[in-house]
């Protein structure tokens, strides 16, 4: 199973970044794909996740309204739109897939990621 992110880069606050995850090796029908971030001196956090099946999202605070996960099956690919992008944005964003199974939740972050992307830096300059 492989998780390439990309899309990463430099960017002044209030600009857009579009980050994707190209996902490979296996079926992810009953997984939910993650968005995780980890700040300079902070934990790892949940940003934004959807179930790759039926594609319903969740976000957590730190990215709602300003965030938006979508993914495209024919390229088995995960997307992660960051708009209005702020200098506290600035971490490396990570890719990741959980099982979901039966889980009916709608909090994605309570699932196990078992699946992990090498991650892609994100900058937001002031």
């Known amino acids: 199973v492989q998780l390439q992110a990309s899309g990463g880069g430099l960017v002044q606050s209030g600009g857009s970044l579009r980050l994707s995850c190209a996902a490979s090796?296996?079926?992810?029908?009953?997984?939910?794909m993650g968005w995780f971030r980890q700040a300079p001196g902070k934990e790892r956090e949940f940003v934004a996740g959807?179930?790759?099946?039926?594609?319903?999202?969740y976000y957590r605070d730190s990215g709602k309204g300003r965030f938006t996960v979508s993914r495209d099956n024919a390229k088995n690919t995960v997307y992660l739109q960051m708009n209005s992008l702020k200098p506290e944005d600035t971490a490396v964003y990570y890719c990741?897939?959980?099982?979901?199974?039966?889980?009916?939740?709608?909090?994605?972050?309570?699932?196990?990621?078992?699946?992990w992307g090498q991650g892609t830096l994100v900058t937001v300059s002031s």
């Open positions: 090796g296996r079926t992810f029908s009953r997984y939910v």
């Open positions: 990741a897939a959980g099982y979901a199974g039966d889980y009916s939740g709608k909090d994605y972050s309570r699932l196990f990621y078992n699946y």
């Open positions: 959807i179930k790759w099946s039926g594609g319903n999202t």
